[in-house]
């Protein structure tokens, strides 16, 4: 898990260097630091609950950084959103960049298609508002991961891939 949180810490730093708003880029490096201690966090308890063995506070301490671990993901994920939806520049050559910018526009573009469909197929009410009954949800990042089936993560996408893993090799 905690390795996890790096690779999702380093998502969040590359958007936020290319994010166009300063407000969400702010924002996304924030969560992303806060992501980042919540990790090491994670890391320190895990250890020390392994020397300890089975103790109840030690699975207690556990569990509830596991949880605020839980948490902090889902804000980068979140703030990782809204940065794509402000926009984002262009990405340096640096294949990881190029491949997070990538994943980012195919879930915009879902977002874009979700939101025409939902204009066309207009479930609304006498005051004009959504009805919830047979809405689908709108996309997420976290959709977007998961959707994609395990394979293909691990396909280089670029002609030239870095030895080890990646920032989109591992699941979000």
């Known amino acids: 898990m905690v390795s996890d949180g790096q690779v999702v810490v380093k998502f969040g730093n590359i958007l936020a260097k290319h994010c166009l708003d300063q407000r969400c880029s702010t924002e996304l490096l924030r969560a992303t630091e806060h992501t980042q201690s919540i990790s090491s966090q994670l890391g320190i308890v895990a250890r020390v609950k392994a020397v300890t063995g089975e103790s109840k506070a030690s699975s207690e301490l556990l569990l509830s950084n596991v949880q605020n671990f839980i948490q902090a993901i889902q804000h980068v994920l979140r703030a ?3 940065a794509c939806v402000k926009g984002l520049g262009q990405p340096s050559a640096d294949p990881e960049e190029e491949e997070v910018a990538a994943f980012c ?23 004009g508002l959504r009805k919830t009954r047979g809405a689908k949800a709108e996309p997420t990042l976290m959709s977007l991961v998961q959707e994609q089936p395990p394979w293909s993560r691990n396909i280089p996408k670029h002609p030239n891939p870095r030895k080890g893993p990646t920032v989109m090799d591992r699941h979000l």
């Open 105 to 127: 526009q195919q879930w915009r573009k879902n977002l874009t298609q979700h939101r025409a469909k939902e204009a066309l197929n207009s479930d609304r009410d006498e005051l």
């Open 80 to 82: 990782a959103e809204a």
